[in-house]
């Protein structure tokens, strides 16, 4: 069977084709191991590297920094692409890169690093593309409304809550009588589980503390020099002096121009960066069983 092979033509050319290969690169073996360590380094190399390390994405600010480097400046420079390319080759030749999770993990955030870097080519946000972010997303920059109170509190946990209403109302004409100040709050009722003074709180946090009833209850009260209530929350009856009640509101576009700028770009930089791995997801067709 061999040897009828062997007196096939092209079994007869494939042979001598293997010979000739193997002696040729026998013959000129210090040739391909110079090819293969020889590491070529030009402008364009130097000007990626440049890129990758300042981690920015402008080709001519690379090439305005290059062209000034001192001959020190740019030695040192080919002597870290030099590094970074023998240490990647030797990897490449012990195969670390097969069905390592680690590298093909790092090599997904650098592609992803990568198409971010895109956002450094994209024009700029302009004082209109700001004021469209803020029409769309207004209700993101919504001020909580807030309150500034002191209270004193009757428990009803030991006592029935007419009882405590009862010593809260008692207490509501000597409070107005005396003209109890915000300051001298702390002389008066029971001890409160969180705090006596509240000062700019927003309705959220004072909800957490008294109940849902109690802050709209609150909210509906007008400032005034004089105590008001009683009031009931989840744990008793309260009477307060409510100096001051901010209702909720949206603020101006000047107002909160600062953080319009910072959302609008971050949310900018991602349309970039998608518009980029969608690109590059384009050149392939995607399969599934």
């Known amino acids: 069977m061999i040897s009828k092979l062997l007196k096939e033509p092209l079994v007869q050319f494939l042979l001598i084709a293997l010979i000739l290969l193997g002696g040729e690169r026998w013959i000129n ?10 590491i070529e380094i030009n402008d364009q190399q130097l000007l990626q590297f440049m890129q990758l390390r300042a981690k920015t994405f402008r080709p001519d600010q690379a090439e305005a920094a290059l062209a000034a480097l001192s001959p020190d400046q740019r030695q040192r420079l080919v002597d870290d692409y ?30 992803d690093y ?3 870097g895109f956002y450094d080519e994209a024009a ?15 209700q993101k920059y919504k001020k909580a409304a807030e ?3 002191t209270h004193v509190f009757f428990s009803s946990e030991k006592r029935s809550a007419q009882e405590a209403e009862a010593m ?19 002389r008066y ?22 109940g849902q009833s109690f802050q ?47 959302d609008a770009q971050r949310q900018h930089q991602r349309e970039v960066k998608s518009q980029a791995i969608d690109k590059l997801m384009a050149k392939y067709q995607i399969e599934t069983e």
């Open 168 to 186: 809260a109302e008692k207490l509501l004409t000597e409070l107005n009588a005396k003209q109890v100040p915000f300051e001298n709050a702390s």
């Open 216 to 262: 709209l209850n609150l909210f509906e009260l007008g400032v005034a020099e004089q105590w008001q209530g009683p009031v009931q929350s989840s744990y008793g009856w309260h009477l307060l002096l409510l100096v001051k009640n901010t209702d909720a509101y949206i603020p101006e576009f000047a107002e909160v121009s600062s953080a319009v700028f910072a």
């Open 82 to 111: 030099a590094r970074d390319e023998v240490l990647f080759r030797e990897a490449m030749a012990l195969n670390l890169d097969n069905n390592d999770q680690i590298i093909r993990r790092r090599l997904i955030q650098k592609m």
């Open 189 to 210: 009722g029971e001890r409160f589980l969180y705090n006596r003074n509240y000062v700019n709180r927003e309705d959220g946090e004072i909800a957490s503390h008294f």
């Open 147 to 149: 309150a500034t109170f």
């Open 124 to 138: 700029p946000l302009t004082e209109q593309d700001l004021r469209d972010y803020y029409l769309e997303h207004r």
């Open 29 to 38: 073996a210090e040739d391909y191991a110079y090819d293969q360590y020889l």
């Open 114 to 116: 990568l198409a971010q």
